[in-house]
């Protein structure tokens, strides 16, 4: 590690000033416009830890790392000890198992990312300028710091291809992923999109939306003082319905929202209500270029409700507010139909044992083959009409 570059390790984000965090991972809120990436401001990685979502007794103990040159804090990272492999959506468990039976201890291991998030974004987060020094020096903290601590492993999950690649050059395993992104092509409305899919899917999913649509109520989309208390408290119902039924028990704890409502200029809420009765709802987070899928839920089930609150719904909002972008979160290959098209998604990995990262290094070279081949077809298979010219009905 350079020593010119300072690291610490902190347990709780509040130690850390607002200010210095942001400069480093939201520079471009100085301006007082939103932050590109929502998920690793201070004040969201600060709620998740306010709120008991993370912390003591959940498996995420936060050892978020500061580095400084001299007296000024360069780079940051949200970084945690964890003692299992839950909430991170990048599936090591057969790493762990396989570690375990050979007679090693993969936990606790160390992870950078932001906890229950699936959203691709910058996890070294390194002022304007000093991307490459600062990431070095980052990414040597953590090894370091896992190689004194006897950790197994550190994990940097979601993070961008530039940061994978200068891990990768620090000895750091690449790995890859797919998520589906719908993608804004300048539209001026849905109907517009719509008209750049096949014929079969452009009529698959206008009859999808009126079925929806029919459900017996309206459909609202809410943000910043439209959203009120009480919507909190009917989404918390929808996500500990989903939670259950998911992860087994919700990740998030009641108080998060509590806490969310305090940015609810960067809440999108969908709801749809029958009369003054919200029977489903799909949370999403708004960047600067982007809208971040997260979570949905509901307490009645209605056809296609379900992917009119979560994929259609936000797409109207990113035409009608100019977003490049919608990442619809992890997995769901029936996003593909809906106009979401896959994309590679970034982690690297640093193993100690030698062994392990052998094996996990020949596993990964086979993994990403065939994500490269998974989504090459499934871009092939995607609704859009052919650019050759072919025939309107080809799918």
Known sequence: ???????????????????????????????????????????????????????????????????????????????????????????????????????????????????????????????????????????AGMAQIAEGAG???????????????????????????????????????????????SSRKRKALRKERQRAQAFGGEIVQLTG??????????????????????????????????????MRDDVLLVLAMNGDRPIAGALNLIGREALFGRYWGCIEDHPFLHFELCYHQAVDYAIAHKLSRVEAGAQGEHKLARGYLPVATHSAHWIGHQGLRGAVAEYLEAERAAVDEDIEILTEMGPFRSPSGGSDEQA
Not at 160 to 169: G, N, Q, V
Not at 237 to 251: E, L, S, V
């Open 1 to 139: 590690m350079d020593q010119s570059v300072e690291i610490t390790l902190y347990s709780d984000i509040s130690e850390i000033s607002e200010t210095d965090w942001n400069a480093c991972a939201c520079p471009e809120t100085g301006d007082g416009e939103r932050a590109f990436d929502p998920f690793t401001t201070h004040r969201f990685l600060a709620a998740l830890e306010a709120s008991g979502s993370v912390g003591p007794g959940t498996g995420w103990d936060a050892r978020h790392m500061v580095a400084r040159m001299g007296d000024r804090i360069i780079g940051v990272a949200p970084l945690y000890v964890k003692s299992h492999s839950q909430g991170e959506y990048v599936f090591d468990h057969g790493w762990a198992d396989a570690f375990e039976r050979a007679g090693g201890r993969y936990y606790p291991k160390l992870q950078c990312a932001v906890p229950f998030t699936p959203v691709a974004g910058r996890r070294l987060l390194v002022l304007p300028g000093l991307e490459e020094a600062g990431g070095r020096a980052l990414l």
């Open 151 to 197: 950790v197994s492993s550190v994990h940097m999950t979601f993070c961008t291809e530039d940061e994978a690649e200068l891990a990768t050059e620090a000895g750091w395993l690449p790995r890859i992923g797919q998520q589906f992104h719908w993608f804004n092509e300048g539209y001026e409305s849905f109907d517009q999109f719509l008209g750049e899919l």
């Open 225 to 262: 003082d439209d959203i009120l208390p009480e919507h909190w408290d009917a989404f918390w119902q929808f996500y500990q319905d989903t939670g259950a039924r998911k992860w087994g028990r919700p990740y998030l704890t009641r108080a998060f929202f509590d806490l969310l409502h305090e």
